[in-house]
C-alpha cells in the first residue's frame, strides 16, 4: 500500500488509514496544506484497497486510525462480528456522497428512478442469475441504502435479487464485464462507469435518506488512552479540512489533491462530477443539493442520533443484533469532538 508522511521531527507518526474515495478529502487535505503538521501531529497515511483491510489493521493494531464506514467501526467495538477490539468514533467526515449506478442493461427508460423496477424483473430480465447489486460491506450505509432503495419499490431483498460485497474501486471494472448489474457506493466509483458510458445512476444517497451519516473518523482505543491530546489535535485538523473541503473557492484545489496518486489517482474531469454543483447520472444531470457535505455541527458532531440511523439501518436488513444504547454512547465521543471545536476556536 502507498504511504505518505508529514515531516514533523523523530515523534512517532499517526498511522491513519483510508480508502481512495472522494469523501477521504478532509484526510488528503489535511495532509496537503500541513494542517496536521500546524497542529503538531506527525501523520503517515495507508492507502488500502477497502473496508476490509481497514477493519483488520484496526483489529491487529496497525493502524492508529481510519477513515471508516461507522458499521465497521460499532462491529468493532460492540463485538457482533467476529473481530472485536476497543474503538472510537470523535467526529463524523461527511454526509451523503454515495450513489446507485446500473448497467446500462436496465433500461432507463423502464426503471426511471427506480418505479419499474419490479416491471423490468417480471418482463424484461432473460439472464439466468438473480438481479446482482454490490456493495462495499455487510455492515456499511451503501447495503441499508440499497435494500432500502429496492424494498421502496417493491422488490424483496432475500428472493427477487443477490447482493454482493465488493471493494470500491473494483465495482464499475465488474459492472462493465456483466459480473454485477448494478452498485451502491460513494465517488468516484459511480462516475468511473456513467462517464465511461456503461452505466447510469437513478438515485443518489440523498435521494434515498436525506442527510445520513457517511464516513467516520474511527480511532483505536488503545491510542486515545495514550495519546488523548494527539487524538483531540487530529480531529481538530480534520474539522479545518473538513471546512475547506465545504468552501467553493477551494474546489479547483481539492480536485487536483485528490487527482493525485497517492489518494484517488483519477482524472480531475472524472472527480468533477460530483464536485461541480451538478451530477451526471448517464440519464440527466441533476443539481438540487450537494452531493459531498463535508462540514458542520449537524455533519461533524457523532451524535446519538446518527449512530442510531446506523444501528436502525442494519438491523432492518437483518445484520445485526440487538445492542443497548449505552454502548454506542462509549464509541460516539461527543466530548472528544467538543474538545477539538474548542482548539479549532482557540
Sequence with gaps: ????????????????????????????????????????????????????????????????AAQSIAGIAMALGLGFSDLKSEVIV?????????AITLSKELSPAIIQSG?????????????????????????????????????????DTRQDVEIVFLPPPLMAKHLKAGH?????????WNSAAILEGYGWSPVTSADISYGHPEKVLMVSGRFIREHRD????????????CKMCDDKS???DLISILSQKPYIGESEELLRNSFCGSFVTGKETISDSPFHLFYGESVNRPTMEKASWQLAGLRAIGVLPEITAGSISRIHREDIFSAAQQLVHA
Aim: charged share 20%; glycine share 8%; with cysteine.
Design 1 to 64: 500500500m502507498e504511504s505518505l508522511y508529514s515531516d514533523s521531527g523523530n515523534q512517532s507518526p499517526i498511522r491513519l488509514g483510508f480508502v481512495p474515495l472522494c469523501d477521504c478529502a478532509p484526510i488528503a487535505v489535511a495532509m496537503e496544506t500541513g494542517i496536521f503538521e500546524r497542529h503538531g501531529l506527525h501523520v503517515k497515511l495507508s492507502k488500502e484497497l477497502g473496508w476490509a483491510s481497514v477493519r483488520d489493521k484496526m483489529y491487529y493494531g496497525e493502524l492508529d
Design 90 to 98: 470523535p467526529m463524523i467526515l461527511n454526509l451523503h456522497g454515495n
Design 115 to 155: 418505479e419499474g423496477l419490479k416491471t423490468f424483473l417480471n418482463h424484461y430480465w432473460k439472464k439466468s442469475r438473480p438481479l446482482t447489486f454490490a456493495t462495499p460491506h455487510r455492515y456499511s450505509s451503501h447495503h441499508i441504502l440499497i435494500h432500502a432503495w429496492l424494498r421502496r419499490h417493491g422488490l
Design 180 to 188: 454485477i448489474d448494478g452498485y451502491c457506493v460513494g465517488e468516484p
Design 230 to 241: 494527539k487524538t483531540i489535535a487530529l480531529v481538530a485538523s480534520l474539522l479545518e479540512a
Design 250 to 252: 477551494f474546489q479547483d
